[in-house]
T-cell receptor, first 111, second 115 residues
Framework: EDQVTQSPEALRLQEGESSSLNCSYT??????LFWYRQDPGKGPEFLFT???AGEEKEKERLKATLTKKESFLHITAPKPEDSATYLC????????????FGSGTKLNVKP | DGGITQSPKYLFRKEGQNVTLSCEQN?????MYWYRQDPGQGLRLIYY???????QKGDIAEGYSVSREKKESFPLTVTSAQKNPTAFYLC??????????????FGAGTRLSVL
């Protein structure tokens, strides 16, 4: 069964304390993996897309990596404004319109 | 500014009532989607449309209906047959299935509650 699992469900960090969020997936052929940021009561905001194992993307304090079974979102020296829920989604190769979403990791960065 | 506009932001439904959520995009995207988000769960696909006048059921289509008469618009109707409609509804669009990138961009969402 195709699915996406994110861990941990929630993460509390002190400002400046680096960490990683995990997205593990099982899908019959990966077309792409997507990371989104979602603030409370808002729609998801696109961050990164990764297409093949070994690929990495960076944006400010965030870095996303991809292997054949999972993706990591590394957060370096986070700030309180990085607090949000981070969603991972995978797109199946066999169905362009099928995106499987994880339930997200809620990140709270304390000053 | 290009983007996806959902309205209203908040919506309340009475027993036995149908309600319609609006979604408009000016990104010139071919594909549009409706998702439902419940606390602690991932986004679940309700309906999607790859092209005008065509749409497909997603994983949880029962109790919902859609139309795609214009490229820019993809309204979702929550019918009285949907017994548990309270949720956060998200509309998304993407450039379409062809080509190398198929990034979904989302609207700000509509929160639907039952009176």
């Amino acid at each position: 069964e195709d699915q996406v699992t994110q861990s941990p469900e929630a993460l509390r960090l002190q400002e400046g304390e680096s960490s990683s969020l995990n997205c593990s997936y099982t899908v019959s052929g990966l077309r792409g993996l997507f990371w989104y940021r979602q603030d409370p009561g808002k729609g998801p905001e696109f961050l990164f897309t990764l297409y093949s194992a070994g690929e990495e993307k960076e944006k400010e304090r965030l870095k996303a990596t991809l292997t054949k079974k999972e993706s990591f979102l590394h957060i370096t020296a986070p700030k309180p404004e990085d607090s949000a829920t981070y969603l991972c989604a995978v797109q199946a190769l066999y169905n362009f319109n099928k995106f499987y979403f994880g339930s997200g990791t809620k990140l709270n960065v304390k000053p | 500014d290009g983007g996806i506009t959902q309205s209203p932001k908040y919506l309340f439904r009475k027993e036995g009532q149908n309600v319609t959520l609006s979604c408009e995009q000016n990104l010139n995207h071919d594909a549009m989607y409706w998702y439902r988000q419940d606390p602690g769960q991932g986004l679940r696909l309700i309906y999607y449309s790859q092209i005008v006048n065509d749409f497909q059921k997603g994983d949880i289509a029962e109790g919902y209906s859609v139309s795609r008469e214009k490229k820019e618009s993809f309204p979702l109707t929550v019918t009285s047959a949907q017994k548990n409609p309270t949720a956060f509804y998200l509309c998304a669009s993407s450039g379409g299935p062809l080509g190398g990138k198929n990034i979904q961009y989302f609207g700000a969402g509509t929160r639907l509650s039952v009176l």
